[in-house]
């Protein structure tokens, strides 16, 4: 666990954020976060204070503390309303159970979106509570979010198998920021055309190959400035050809620029895993990592 800026043991009332090699979680208020952007992770988002609009399929507004949201849905406005609330925004592994475990306990209302976790209180008291107190371990952080997020009884369970193929694939994309095979080598690779490759893997991965790479090529450089690197330190590392190549990108992900997470306030506070780090420590070459 580190934070270039040393801040891990202040009092949390900025936004702070978590990073794991698979998840992150976001604790704050959202007032930059206005853009309409389509997502490429499914999202838990969880209302702290206030409470979130949702449209429903009918057109109706649902008042809810929780929602869960697929990848692959663009975020407008009035799809859902945070009002400027202090939310928990947990970013999902991909590929993972915990979309389909968390969709077991909640009620569907169109598209994809599922509302009202069974356990709105403890979820609400967990998020806060990692969002409020020092961070002891990232370990522990995660761990009363899970278990208030998802019963013992759910974990472990397999409510989805996953393609082979489309596995192999990410972890190749994963694998090759900065020389990104083709399609047709990926196709190749897992025995199957481009077109069924392509169909295989946005079922799978609820987006396409090229957001998917997108995506994590986003992810790990919100690791690296996390870190405290610049934009264009980031932008480099992570397979982008400038920051202003990362700047567009990081917007279309996450519906706000890096330099409105991190360069301007309420600045915000981030504290990485050891697995988010040895995620790029081979990026930074030896450059110390603080």
Known sequence: ??????????PCKRPRLLIWSR?????????????PYRTTQELMVVCLQGSLGVKSARGTTISTRTCLIPAGVRLEPDLVENRQAVLGIYFLAPFSQDHAALASQMTEI????????????????????????????????????????????LQGLVFRDYDPRAL???????????????????????NLSESRLEKLFKEQAGLPITQYRVRYRVFISTIIMALGYSITEAAL??????????S?????????????TFLNPPYIDSVLDPSAISLVEPMLDGQPVF
Not at 1 to 10: A, G, I, R, Y
Not at 23 to 35: A, D, I, K, P
Not at 248 to 260: D, E, F, I, K, L
């Open 168 to 190: 192999t694939v990410a972890k190749r994309i994963r694998a090759d920021l900065h020389d990104a095979p083709s399609l047709a080598t990926l196709a190749e690779e897992v």
């Open 237 to 246: 590392l992570s397979g982008f050809s400038n920051s202003a190549h990362l």
């Open 23 to 35: 998840e992150v979680m976001f604790l704050g208020t959202c007032f930059s976060r206005q853009e």
């Open 1 to 10: 666990m580190t934070n270039k800026n040393n801040s891990n043991h202040l």
């Open 110 to 153: 169109g598209s994809g979106i599922f509302c009202h976790h069974p356990d709105e209180a403890a979820v609400i008291r967990a998020m806060t509570q990692v969002r409020n107190q020092p961070v002891t371990t990232t370990r522990e952080a995660r761990s009363v979010v899970r278990d208030a997020l998802i019963p013992k009884s």
């Open 248 to 260: 567009r990108c990081y917007r279309q992900v996450n519906g706000v620029t890096p330099s409105s």
